[in-house]
């Protein structure tokens, strides 16, 4: 009995030990030349442990922070757990930051780089910024006045439109952070002393000056087609449109208790929630979303709020309240249906 015992408890470790195993976890990117191939605009020292010591370290503690069980829950990119982050998780806002940042930097980087930009890019760059040197210099500076260690990036933002943006430590414009403008990133450099010190030491202009001549404008145009198609600039101006936020947070408060019979926090919160639909119904409408139907919607959304708490202060029979949350519900389901497909 003892011996069967046993054996069921070793079969049983054995099974969860094996699902830890396989749970999903972020890779290493490989690189696509060697260390030395950057030479003698980025040393090959400083490449090796950059690229092996610092990411790497980065990654692991990444995986290590439970960033794999939330990619399992169905946040399947670095990308998409980048718009999460919101300042309150310290370990993904660093390590994931670190990860996503250094692989974006490794694909920007190329000892065969094309130095113009062609094409859409070009144009998008002259319209921004007059001419590539100019979005250069602006780089450039932008990294000088970096106070310690930190990013600077050239992002496609909801707009579609270019900006120039810097970011402390491993902060990345995808993040959901506060005066933090956001956008997708096409290109990143990376003003981390530990990017250039041992061949530039504390001079970050002289490296800033030499990194252009390995980034990769061919890749950069790449990252700027897929920017201005990518349904993370949609994700961005949902998670940023704090109106939007707070009225769907008081709605699935009340909601929820109220779908299974219990009116009371529909009673007690039917003004808060008339307060928060009509903040939302003045607030800006992002880019994403000006060119639907959504405000015509929203209107929608504030008469049924109204009907509702008029109902449910007025203490009218259950049946009547079940109809006006089953109306409200509707309008909703139309809200969630433009801000989220």
Same mark, same amino acid.
């Given at each position: 009995?003892?011996?069967?015992?046993?054996?069921?408890?070793?079969?049983?470790?054995?099974?969860?030990?094996?699902?830890?195993?396989?749970?999903? &976890?972020?890779?290493?990117?490989?690189?696509?030349?060697?260390?030395?191939?950057?030479?003698?605009?980025?040393?090959? +020292?400083?490449?090796? =442990?950059?690229? *092996?010591?610092?990411?790497?370290?980065?990654?692991?503690?990444?995986?290590?922070?439970?960033?794999?069980?939330?990619?399992?829950?169905?946040?399947?990119?670095?990308? /998409?757990?980048?718009?999460?982050?919101?300042?309150?998780?310290?370990?993904?806002?660093?390590?994931?930051?670190?990860?996503?940042?250094?692989?974006?930097?490794? /694909?920007?980087?190329?000892?065969?780089?094309?130095?113009?930009?062609?094409?859409?890019?070009?144009?998008?760059?002259?319209?921004?910024?007059?001419?590539?040197? #100019?979005?250069?210099?602006?780089?450039?500076? /932008?990294?000088?006045?970096?106070?310690?260690?930190?990013?600077?990036?050239?992002?496609?933002?909801?707009?579609?439109?270019?900006?120039?943006?810097?970011?402390?430590?491993?902060?990345?414009?995808?993040?959901?952070?506060?005066?933090? %403008?956001?956008?997708?990133?096409?290109?990143?450099?990376?003003?981390?002393?530990?990017?250039?010190?041992?061949?530039?030491?504390?001079?970050?202009?002289?490296?800033?000056?030499? =990194?252009?001549?390995?980034?990769?404008?061919?890749? !950069?145009?790449?990252?700027?087609?897929?920017?201005?198609?990518?349904?993370?600039?949609? +994700?961005?101006?949902?998670?940023?449109?704090?109106?939007?936020?707070?009225?769907?947070?008081?709605?699935?408060?009340?909601?929820?208790?109220?779908? *299974?019979?219990?009116?009371?926090?529909?009673?007690?919160?039917?003004?808060?929630?008339?307060? %928060?639909?009509?903040?939302?119904?003045?607030?800006?409408?992002?880019?994403?979303?000006?060119?639907?139907?959504?405000? &015509?919607? =929203?209107?929608?959304?504030? #008469?049924? !709020? %109204?009907?509702?708490?008029?109902?449910?202060?007025?203490?009218? &029979?259950?049946?009547?309240? %079940?109809?006006?949350?089953?109306?409200?519900?509707?309008?909703?389901?139309?809200?969630?249906? =433009?801000?989220?497909?």
């Amino acid at each position: 009995m003892t011996r069967l015992i046993l054996f069921v408890f070793f079969m049983a470790f054995s099974l969860i030990s094996g699902f830890a195993q396989d749970e999903p &976890k972020f890779t290493l990117p490989e690189l696509k030349y060697g260390f030395e191939a950057l030479e003698p605009h980025i040393d090959a +020292k400083t490449m090796e =442990i950059h690229y *092996s010591k610092h990411h790497k370290a980065y990654l692991d503690n990444l995986n290590k922070s439970g960033a794999n069980t939330i990619s399992a829950s169905g946040l399947g990119t670095i990308e /998409e757990l980048m718009l999460t982050v919101d300042g309150k998780q310290a370990s993904v806002r660093n390590n994931g930051g670190g990860h996503y940042n250094h692989t974006l930097f490794w /694909e920007i980087l190329s000892p065969g780089a094309k130095k113009m930009a062609e094409g859409k890019l070009a144009t998008a760059i002259k319209n921004q910024f007059v001419s590539q040197d #100019s979005l250069i210099k602006l780089m450039n500076a /932008e990294g000088l006045k970096r106070f310690g260690s930190g990013w600077v990036w050239l992002i496609v933002t909801p707009l579609k439109t270019l900006a120039v943006v810097s970011t402390a430590n491993q902060d990345n414009p995808l993040m959901n952070l506060e005066d933090m %403008k956001r956008g997708v990133p096409v290109l990143g450099i990376d003003v981390w002393e530990h990017a250039y010190y041992l061949k530039h030491q504390n001079k970050r202009g002289e490296y800033l000056n030499t =990194i252009w001549n390995v980034v990769d404008w061919a890749q !950069v145009e790449k990252n700027y087609e897929a920017a201005v198609n990518s349904p993370l600039l949609k +994700k961005i101006d949902k998670s940023s449109w704090k109106a939007y936020k707070e009225f769907n947070q008081i709605y699935s408060q009340i909601n929820l208790p109220a779908q *299974s019979g219990d009116y009371s926090l529909l009673k007690s919160k039917s003004g808060e929630l008339v307060e %928060k639909a009509e903040m939302l119904s003045k607030s800006n409408i992002p880019a994403s979303f000006q060119n639907t139907d959504i405000k &015509k919607v =929203i209107g929608k959304v504030v #008469s049924e !709020v %109204k009907d509702l708490s008029k109902a449910a202060t007025k203490k009218p &029979k259950d049946e009547v309240i %079940k109809q006006k949350l089953a109306d409200l519900q509707l309008v909703y389901t139309e809200l969630m249906n =433009i801000v989220s497909n």
